[in-house]
């Protein structure tokens, strides 16, 4: 099984648009969990902590379940703007390392 | 809003020639970070560094490879004697106060080895 699992689509949408991406890891004493956004040839950027309670920010939810090992990414109202690929990520369980997944690639139309 | 700042944005080297990557992390940030991602794959941490001294490696950090912090402010990456494979783009990375904190990441370093 991958370190960290992604569909790594592409996922084309049209403008407005409701999109989950889901994402599956290996380490169970993983300690902490991340959404990167990464545009093309560009630095992945963060896009929002996970945490098991879930959170919001703005128009982006993510969701975590522990037991299954899952992480969730959801995106309301899809922009022009949120075409990117969508990283997922993982740290280790002394939390000094990072492990990303392979990415989801969103495209969204006018 | 404080960033990572890596130089040169793109570094040309023979096979078999010395690479040096400079980084200037985030300047209250404690922990410093290399990851690369060789061009159409996923991105691979490489090594992290706190308190002047390698907490963490991977497989990918081999004797090749070193990283220093010479001053305050810089954080390098040294590849001594490199390869077609090291290719790739490299990113440095910082977080702030403790582990598992948000890493914040430079806009990359492309080498390519001739």
């Known amino acids: 099984r991958k370190e960290v699992e992604q569909d790594p689509g592409p996922f084309n949408v049209p403008e407005g648009a409701t999109v989950a991406f889901n994402c599956t890891y290996s380490?169970?004493?993983?300690?902490?969990f991340f959404w990167y956004r990464q545009d093309c040839r560009k630095e992945p950027k963060l896009l929002m902590s996970v945490y098991s309670s879930g959170n919001e920010d703005g128009r982006f939810t993510a969701q975590l379940n522990r037991a299954s090992q899952y992480i969730s990414l959801l995106i309301r109202d899809s922009k022009l703007s949120d075409s990117a690929t969508y990283l997922c990520?993982?740290?280790?369980?002394?939390?000094?390392?990072?492990?990303f997944g392979g990415g989801t690639r969103l495209m969204v139309k006018p | 809003e404080p960033e990572v700042t890596q130089t040169p944005s793109h570094q040309v080297t023979q096979m078999g020639q010395e690479v040096i990557l400079r980084c200037v992390p985030i300047?209250?940030?404690?922990?410093f970070y290399w990851y690369r991602q060789i061009l159409g794959q996923k991105v691979e941490f490489l090594v992290s560094f706190y308190n002047n001294e390698i907490s963490e490696k991977s497989e990918i950090f081999d004797d090749q490879f070193s990283v220093e912090r010479p001053d305050g402010s810089n954080f390098t990456l040294k590849i001594r004697s490199t390869k077609l494979e090291d290719s790739a783009m490299y990113f440095c990375?910082?977080?702030?106060?403790?582990?598992?904190?948000?890493?914040?990441f430079g806009d990359g370093t492309r080498l390519s080895i001739l």
């Open positions: 300047s209250n940030h404690l922990y």
């Open positions: 990520v993982v740290s280790n369980n002394a939390g000094n390392m990072l492990t």
């Open positions: 990375a910082s977080s702030e106060t403790g582990l598992n904190q948000p890493q914040h």
């Open positions: 380490n169970s004493a993983s300690q902490s």
